[in-house]
């Protein structure tokens, strides 16, 4: 008999061969339909074909997401999938009667019912994926579902210009090849394991604008899931923006035609591929949301670049490629964290939600494009500039709203880079926030305990340690390091545990380092303590004793492969059991 792993493991692949060939269908039927209006207005009138087009696309996700959403969850996920697929296979075929009496209105239309089964799929899509696989393998599994998605966008930017191209634009030909991905892509849904709906009682609600808030609301409860969400949903706006902009930039500025513009999105999807399987590595077992914002400013610089260079080709397809890169980083840790920390129950609703913010985005994209160029008669390339100005507003809200995580991840790579460490007790580091106590030797102590663990850390020191200069003060500053007063000792000190608490309270672990010689004394002193039992609810926090041993710098003789170890301090961390 097949075990339930390995049962799992192959519905994660046909979930995987489904949604790839989904998305493969999409962006040719999508491209499909764009050369096929620019064949019907000309290519003078390509920038308002995208423009309108894209609005068309986006309608769906806002009318049909908090309904899709509450469908996951009400229903079986895997025969949700199901269902949307024999849809695909039916408005696939209504696209070929589009295509053969050349009506306008009819492939809008078509357009249309296509994004409303996008819209209707895609929480069912993601919010399966915690029911295939464990927790730890969630950025993994994002990180392939993402690549994967964005090796379709590749293949079918690729596929439909070339379709094109060899059949000299005969699009009764390429409506058959997209029928014929929709039926393969129905039978490989029917081969994904059946999963228990998530036991939702939720009502299907007309007034989907309520619904959205009050998924908010409940998504704001979750420490840093609803930065998430918004950030996600940002993702949309900067990838659709590029898509609709690309083949007016291509046109004006490279002076390619219309379907060589479409050839150089494929560096974008091929960097967004790439990107998304570096994050999923680097995440690991946990949703890394420091790359965030190094990212997003990746994106910036990327937008203003596209101004500076866009009479070189050359440059303009490295670009291409390296902000798709910082896409596929940037996207990764948000999905995964939204997939985490969402609440079971209510994932699918969530998603939903993420996707109506997403597509309000895909629709401000087409509004830009049709202002940039309609009503301001700007080229293309400047487009790029007014978006690279609202992504760097945006690096700055989110470096706000990612302070902890993106100081964690910093902190992490610095440690790689001045400690050279080995790891004792690393099963005692609770999954949960936690309180840790350790001996304070010097401040680069704190690089090492951000460097141990995955979770975002706040550090309390006792002021009569603290003999550091005047650049000291702000690297603490900048870590959010809290000085205890000397006026009374801890286990006493009510306003300390008070902040400790609401610090626990936020998901963000907590250490206390101290002046006593012996990290497991100070531990027995704080446990005994009425008030902190008190505060903490009789310790609901585990508390964990830490050890930091430092040596010196070994030089070695051989320069280039040793070349890190000469400037690393070697270090030993150890943490004793919670019990």
């Not at 000291?472 to 300390?496: A, D, F, G, K, T």
């Amino acid at each position: 008999m097949i075990s339930s792993e390995n049962r799992r493991f192959s519905s994660l692949t046909y979930l995987n061969v489904t949604q790839f060939l989904g998305a493969l269908n999409d962006n040719i039927y999508k491209l499909l339909i764009i050369y096929f209006f620019i064949q019907l207005k000309g290519i003078e009138n390509s920038h308002i074909v995208l423009a309108v087009s894209g609005a068309v696309f986006v309608l769906p996700f806002l009318l049909f997401s908090s309904f899709s959403g509450t469908l996951a969850d009400r229903f079986s996920k895997r025969n949700v999938i199901i269902w949307t697929k024999v849809l695909e296979v039916v408005i696939m075929s209504l696209g070929f009667v589009a295509f053969y009496y050349s009506s306008e209105w009819c492939s809008y239309f078509i357009l249309f019912l296509m994004a409303t089964q996008s819209a209707l799929f895609a929480p069912s899509k993601y919010g399966i994926l915690p029911e295939l696989v464990s927790s730890d393998k969630i950025s993994k599994a994002n990180g392939m579902l993402t690549s994967f998605t964005f090796l379709a966008i590749i293949i079918g930017t690729f596929f439909g210009s070339f379709i094109l191209d060899v059949t000299d634009k005969n699009f009764i030909v390429a409506s058959f090849v997209c029928i014929f991905i929709a039926f393969v892509g129905m039978c490989t849904s029917f081969c994904i394991e059946y999963t228990p709906p998530s036991g939702s009682l939720k009502r299907f609600s007309p007034l989907f604008y309520s619904e959205i808030y009050r998924t908010i609301k409940k998504v704001k409860k979750e420490p840093s899931l609803l930065a998430a969400v918004f950030g996600s949903a940002f993702f949309l706006f900067i990838g659709a923006y590029m898509q609709l902009n690309i083949i007016p930039f291509a046109v004006q500025s490279l002076h390619l035609t219309d379907i060589q513009g479409g050839y150089l999105f494929l560096c974008t999807a091929l960097g967004i591929g790439l990107g998304s399987m570096v994050a999923g590595k680097v995440s690991g077992k946990t949703a890394e949301l420091g790359l965030v914002p190094m990212a997003c400013l990746g994106i910036s610089i990327c937008c203003y670049l596209f101004d500076f260079l866009s009479s070189h080709l050359y440059g303009c397809i490295l670009l291409s490629a390296f902000i798709g890169f910082a896409g596929g980083i940037y996207l990764v840790p948000l999905e995964c964290y939204i997939q985490i920390a969402s609440p079971k129950k209510y994932i699918g609703q969530v998603i939903g939600t993420e996707n109506f913010l997403g597509f309000v985005g895909v629709l401000f994209a087409s509004i830009i494009l049709y202002l940039v160029t309609e009503v301001f008669s700007l080229h293309a390339d400047k487009g790029f500039v007014i978006v690279g100005t609202i992504s760097l507003c945006v690096t700055v809200v989110i470096t706000y709203q990612f302070f902890d995580y993106l100081t964690r991840f910093i902190g992490m790579l610095l440690s790689r880079i001045h400690f050279k460490t080995v790891f004792f007790g690393q099963n005692n580091i609770p999954d949960s926030p936690a309180i840790y106590v350790c001996t304070h030797t010097a401040w680069n102590d704190t690089l090492l305990l951000l460097g141990s663990q995955r979770r975002r850390m706040r550090f309390f020191i006792e002021k009569e340690q603290d003999h550091s200069s005047q650049w000291l003060h702000r690297l603490y500053r900048l870590l959010r390091i809290v000085l205890i007063p000397e006026i009374e000792s801890l286990e006493n000190n009510q306003y300390c545990w008070r902040a400790i608490r609401g610090i626990l309270d936020k998901g963000i672990s907590v250490c206390i380092f101290t002046n006593d010689p012996s990290a497991f004394n100070e531990l027995l002193r704080l446990k005994n303590s009425e008030l902190v039992s008190e505060i903490l609810i009789e310790n609901q926090y585990p508390m964990v004793a830490v050890f930091v041993e430092k040596g010196e710098k070994q030089k070695q003789p051989r320069f280039f492969t040793q070349l890190l170890n000469r400037f690393r301090v070697p270090a030993a961390i150890s943490f004793a059991s919670s019990n």
